[in-house]
């Protein structure tokens, strides 16, 4: 006996509701996904101009100047 347990097998045994959670849940994975990504380059954008910023804080010349460069 040889059972068949691909996803086309599933996706061919569901009916509209199960198709409908099955769509839904790729969805929000994908959004998921997309909102990991957006914040992850937020956060490389942030660490950069914070690196940055302490460069030219600890290279100034004075507090004042300091205060100002960033």
Avoid: N
């Avoid at 914040?39 to 290279?59: D, E, I, M, N």
């Amino acid at each position: 006996m040889q059972r068949e347990l691909g996803l086309a097998h599933f996706w061919a045994q569901g009916d509209l509701v199960t198709h409908s959670v099955a769509i839904l849940l790729v969805l929000l994975s994908v959004v998921s996904w997309y909102v990991i990504a957006v914040k992850a380059h937020a956060v490389w954008q942030a660490r950069r101009c914070h690196a940055r910023a302490l460069a030219s804080f600890w290279g100034a010349p004075s507090l004042p100047a300091a205060i100002e460069a960033i």
